[in-house]
């Protein structure tokens, strides 16, 4: 069975076991950064050497920062991000609507908010959640499938794009 770490994807090995599933742990570099972290190692270095995407998202759907994997693939600088809403963010084309980020009737089916909130209430780390996304591109809206994983550290969420890709059409 192949062992890989849940938040920065690198390889750990293999089990020996005659198996083609994928085990997740966390890998010492990340662990590290964890107990770090109490020390004063600053989260955006650790954000920053992660080769996904992640945001770090608060209870209320506001990113409080982002890795430069994000930065580049949301085409934003970390100050078009940060203090914004998730929606806002992702450019969800609900997020321009009169009532905002988070309070139009398509936020209650929002997959990516519902695993914020789930995470962020009870703790429980999500994996290779599917979600489907109207996101504004060149003031078009574009259908988008967005796998996400998130993980609640402290008061915050992290909240890892693993793909977005256009969804196909039916």
Known sequence: MK?????????????GAEDSRTSHTICRDCRNWMRGNERGYPLVEYLDKLPPPILLVDGEGVVQ??????????GKDLEQIRGKAGGNVMECAYARLPEGCGQTIHCKACAIRLAVIRTHSTGEDLADVEAYQEIMVNEK????????STHKFGEVVFLRL?????????
């Open 3 to 15: 062992i890989i770490c849940a938040w920065c994807k690198s390889e750990m090995g293999n089990d």
């Open 65 to 74: 920062l982002a890795n430069k994997a994000a930065c580049r693939v949301l």
């Open 141 to 148: 809206t574009t259908r988008m499938k967005i796998l996400l």
């Open 162 to 170: 693993d793909a977005m890709t256009p969804a196909l059409k039916n």
